[in-house]
């Protein structure tokens, strides 16, 4: 592989969309090439493995179990600095025959990984609202020892509240519609760009399930 040509190639491009490199822009091009050097090593991979609503003190409660792993180019991506956004979407719909499904409630929860250089220890931030690079206070803060035990916390979300009662229709059809996904656009641009056309980073899963009526009365 020719890297001095491909480095004149996405510098030329990043110049287009006007962007102008720079020492970190070059630790971004350097962290896409790793990536690309991993490609064929395990990547990324995320599945559901367990979806549960229950009612409980008047509200929906959502246990869901994620098998979530990482594969070189994200985990080469966090030790060089880069903290990594998920987001998981919890959403309850009411059947209509007559029009679109209308949605009744949404729930949301944001995680935002990041690893400590100097104390090398993993960060994780939790909170019901997008977490960005300057609003953290908001939000949960755990540290661990390891990746493993920050991606445990991650992997299971356990005794959500999705829904009040009082949002559910007891003589309607209704669905809930899960999705969880590594948000590539919390990314810096650059990071973007080079993403995109990485398997690692393009980690989704979405489900639907229909609700039983004891759940909705």
């Known amino acids: 592989m020719h890297w001095v040509n491909m480095t004149v190639f996405i510098t030329h491009c990043w110049r287009r969309v006007g962007i102008e490199p720079s020492a970190w822009l070059a630790k971004a091009l350097a962290i896409a090439l790793l990536g690309l050097s991993g490609a064929w090593a395990n990547g990324s991979s ?20 994620l098998k979530l792993e990482l594969g070189p180019a994200v985990e080469d991506a966090l030790i060089k600095g880069l903290a990594v956004h998920f987001v998981v979407v919890a959403e309850v719909y009411r059947e209509r025959w007559y029009w679109t499904d209308k949605k009744t409630s949404a729930s949301s929860r ?4 990041a690893f ?19 609003g953290l206070a908001g939000s949960i803060s755990q ?75």
């Open 116 to 134: 400590q250089p100097l104390t090398r220890r993993w960060r994780l931030n939790v909170s019901s609202e997008p977490i960005s690079g300057t």
């Open 110 to 113: 944001y995680y935002r990984l």
């Open 143 to 217: 540290n661990f020892e390891t990746l493993s035990e920050a991606l445990s916390v991650i992997r299971r979300q356990s005794a959500w509240k999705i829904a009040d009662a009082q949002s559910l229709e007891p003589d309607a059809r209704q669905r809930l519609r899960y999705e969880f996904k590594l948000d590539v656009s919390q990314l810096p641009r650059p990071f973007q760009i080079a993403a995109g056309s990485q398997a690692d980073w393009n980690l989704q899963v979405i489900k639907t399930l229909s609700l039983s009526e004891e759940l909705v009365r």
């Open 46 to 65: 995320v599945e559901l493995t367990e979806l549960m609503p229950v009612r409980k003190d008047n509200a929906l409660l959502l246990n869901a179990q």
